[in-house]
Structures are given as structure tokens and as C-alpha cells.
């Protein structure tokens, strides 16, 4: 089993950044593919973005490409979600996944694993 951890999330103003952080424990963390999803209030959860094992690979909902970044330091067991030009319909709980299986994933179904999540908000 792997353990997931968020952090970063907070209130922001449109058009800034925040960066977020998922920090893993438990089994290898290159075993992993990792995902980022959100889910805003009375909405159904959605995929953002997600990342290779080594993170040779990368992978992003139309509505983040050019805006949010995916990355991984697996020295670190931390996947990170980069997130630039912040617009109100961003605001959502944002959740780390991780992905035992082969290759990316855009769909919960898909992983195996979650994390808490952690709030996001931009105002406008």
C-alpha cells in the first residue's frame, strides 16, 4: 500500500500560482503512476493531470494544458502540481492518485490509491 499526503493549497487570487505537493509512503514510490483530480462543490470529480513512473510522460485535462505543471521527485517520494494563471473555476478540493497499473490514467477508476485532498480556492 502507498500512504498520500497533500499540501499547498490555500487562497489565491485570480491570475496567481500555488504550487501543490503529495508526499507518499509505503511502497516504492516509482511503482507509481500519479494522478491529480479535483472536485469543485456539486460537482463530479475530474482529472487534471497525471505522470509517468519515472516521469518520462505527462499527461493534462484541456482545461489546465499551458496553465499547470506535473512533476515528480521520486528521491523525495513527492509528486507536485504547478499551478499558474489561476482562474475562479479552478477553485476545488484537489486529490492526489496513485496508479499501480501500466501507463497514464485519466479516469479515479484508474488508481488505486488517494490521498485526503486539500483546498484550493482563487478568487476572483
Known amino acids: 500500500q502507498v500512504q498520500l499526503v497533500e499540501s499547498g493549497g490555500g487562497l489565491v487570487q485570480a491570475g496567481g500560482s500555488l504550487r501543490l505537493s503529495c508526499a507518499a509512503s509505503g511502497r516504492t514510490f516509482s511503482y507509481y503512476a500519479m494522478g491529480w483530480f479535483r472536485q469543485a462543490p456539486g460537482k463530479e470529480r475530474e482529472f487534471v493531470a497525471a505522470?509517468?513512473?519515472?516521469?518520462?510522460?505527462?499527461y493534462y485535462a484541456d482545461s489546465v494544458k499551458g496553465r499547470f505543471t506535473i512533476s515528480r521527485d521520486n528521491a523525495k517520494n513527492t509528486v507536485y502540481l504547478q499551478m499558474n494563471s489561476l482562474k475562479p473555476e479552478d477553485t476545488a478540493v484537489y486529490y492526489c492518485?496513485?496508479?499501480?497499473?501500466?501507463?497514464?490514467?485519466?479516469?479515479?477508476?484508474?488508481?488505486?490509491?488517494w490521498g485526503q485532498g486539500t483546498q484550493v480556492t482563487v478568487s476572483s
Open positions: 492518485a496513485a496508479r499501480s497499473g501500466y501507463g497514464l490514467g485519466s479516469h479515479g477508476a484508474d488508481y488505486d490509491y
Open positions: 505522470i509517468s513512473k519515472i516521469g518520462t510522460s505527462t
